[in-house]
């Protein structure tokens, strides 16, 4: 079974910048066939996909976040990790990292859903 | 506001059935991208509930079952428990947010 772990400081101030990152056991970042990506809830609120990291070091992120997240990877250590820059009281969230998964199911090929998640972390953004 | 709306809440008794709406557009639901449903309990990280529109993953009673037309999804619930009572989101993806994986808002449940 796959677990993530989500780690971080949960105290940021206004225009720094968040650095969080997300410990994987019971299977490997190496594996080619999923990616590993960062959600956020603002509390009381939905949730927002912020980007996806694979493997190899390819990236997906929200076109919202633009140049602000930075998404990367630790093979060795099974980890991968977000940066977020110029943090704002709009980043107060729990964030969440889980695993995108990708199945084939009856001939059909399923992407994009999120199979495992960690149990967040909350960040406060706060001077 | 979520590219993807779903009503802010809906109710039902222990044993009903309930339907929860997920309303897209023709760049995420309506070009056959899959819906995703989420179930989040108090205090927990969601929990995968339906992928790929239908299909539900190991664990995932068939009380719980899904369906899409058009631009929209359902989630329907049968045999309502208490143990149901939660938040529930749908995702997708959407080709004109550069692929941006999107969810709506959430609908809380709540079982009478």
């Known amino acids: 079974q796959v677990q993530l772990q989500e780690s971080g400081p949960g105290l940021v101030k206004p225009s720094q910048t968040l650095s969080l990152t997300c410990t994987v056991s019971?299977?490997?970042?190496?594996?080619?066939?999923?990616?590993w990506t960062w959600i956020r809830q603002p509390a009381g609120k939905g949730l927002e996909w912020i980007g996806r990291?694979?493997?190899?070091?390819?990236?997906d992120y929200h076109l919202s976040l633009g140049s602000r997240v930075t998404l990367s990877v630790d093979i060795s250590k099974n980890q991968f990790f977000l940066e977020l820059k110029s943090i704002s009281a709009a980043d107060a969230a729990v964030y969440y990292c889980?695993?995108?998964?990708?199945?084939?199911?009856?001939?059909?090929?399923?992407?994009?859903?999120?199979?495992?998640w960690g149990k967040g972390t909350t960040v406060t953004v706060s001077s | 506001q979520s590219v993807l709306t779903q009503p802010p809440s809906v109710s039902g008794a222990p044993g009903q059935r309930v339907t929860i709406s997920c309303t897209g557009s023709?760049?995420?639901?309506?070009?056959?991208?899959?819906v995703h449903w989420y179930q989040q309990l108090p205090g927990a990280a969601p929990r995968l509930l339906i992928f790929?529109?239908?299909n539900r993953p190991s664990g995932v009673p068939d009380r719980f079952s899904g369906s899409t037309s058009g631009t929209s999804a359902s989630l329907a619930i049968t045999g309502l428990q208490a143990g149901d009572e939660a938040h529930y989101f749908c995702?997708?993806?959407?080709?004109?947010?550069?692929?941006?994986?999107?969810f709506g808002g959430g609908t809380k449940l709540t079982v009478l």
């Open positions: 990291v694979h493997g190899s070091g390819y990236t």
């Open positions: 995702q997708s993806y959407d080709s004109s947010l550069g692929g941006s994986r999107v």
């Open positions: 019971g299977g490997s970042i190496r594996n080619d066939q999923y990616y």
């Open positions: 023709s760049s995420n639901i309506g070009s056959h991208y899959d």
């Open positions: 790929g529109d239908t």
């Open positions: 889980a695993r995108e998964g990708t199945t084939e199911v009856a001939g059909r090929t399923h992407r994009y859903y999120m199979d495992f």
